[in-house]
């Protein structure tokens, strides 16, 4: 692991979690009862290893188009992790941010995010970013109608200050599982110059070890951003 560079923001679309349970003969509710335990293993993998964000597509601004009851899991299931995630944020010096129209969720939800964002406020590690009702058009739609009404000049600097990213450095790493060779909406902006990876994998199949690899090519990996 000596000469790995370890990167400073790592992106992931979480996908294959309905696929991952149809070939098990379960329900789909059961890959994403998987998929958030992985989130888990890898959230706090990133936080030892030094990565400073982790940002995870885990509802997007068209998954509500998904069937009722599926809509109605992700969000218990959210509700869930994120009341069982504080003590491990807290162990784990983890501070979590979500992005994404936060304002389409149930209030009792909505409190709840919230109240995770101050309680780990202060943690120093890892901070894992959450894209919830996140949609990088959408974001971006936002962004400009907040620097419309701050007034701001149009540049670079100011557009990303209103994103909402606004203080996270671009990305350097984007995964994503399930095969899938799409950024469906994710992080448009943001990945301007990130080094992308997709695999097979489902995301309840992901592994410490599989990501190992990654961060290994992506340490041989020449990033030039136009420059030669
Ligand atoms: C990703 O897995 C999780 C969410 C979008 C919430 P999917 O639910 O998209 O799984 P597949 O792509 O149908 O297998
Ligand atoms: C992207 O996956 C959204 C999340 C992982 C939350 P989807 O499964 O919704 O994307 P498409 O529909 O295959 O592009
Ligand atoms: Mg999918």
Redesign the pocket.
């Known amino acids: 692991m000596n000469d790995l560079r370890i990167p400073i923001h790592v992106a992931m679309i ?6 991952w349970a149809k070939e098990r003969g379960l329900k ?1 509710t059961a ?2 009862k998987k ?1 958030a335990e992985v989130v888990r293993e890898i959230t706090t993998y990133c936080a030892k290893i030094g990565i400073k964000y982790l940002t995870l597509y ?2 997007s601004t068209e ?1 509500w188009k998904r069937p009722k009851l599926e809509v109605e899991y ?1 969000m218990k299931l959210l509700d869930k992790y994120l009341k069982e995630e504080l003590k491990v944020y807290l162990e784990n010096n983890i501070k979590f941010r979500a992005i994404g129209d936060l304002s389409k969720f149930s209030k009792t939800l909505q409190n709840r995010i919230i109240k995770t964002q101050e309680v780990t406020s202060s943690c120093t590690g890892l901070t894992q970013v959450l894209a919830l009702n996140y949609g990088s058009k959408d974001e971006i739609v936002r962004a400009v109608k907040k620097l419309n009404e701050r007034g701001l000049e149009v540049t670079e600097e100011n557009i990303e200050s209103c994103l909402d990213t606004s203080g996270i450095p671009p990305v350097d790493i984007m995964i994503r599982t ?1 095969g899938e060779v799409r950024l469906s909406n994710y992080l448009l902006w943001q990945n301007a110059y990130s080094e992308m990876f997709f695999t097979q994998t489902y ?1 309840p199949d992901f592994t410490q070890g599989e990501f190992d690899d990654i961060i290994s090519d992506f340490s041989r990996r020449e990033r030039r951003f136009g420059a030669v």
Request: aromatic share 12%; net charge positive; charged share 20%.
């Open positions: 979480m996908d294959g979690n309905g696929r789909r890959g994403h998929g885990a509802f998954n992700l399930s995301w």
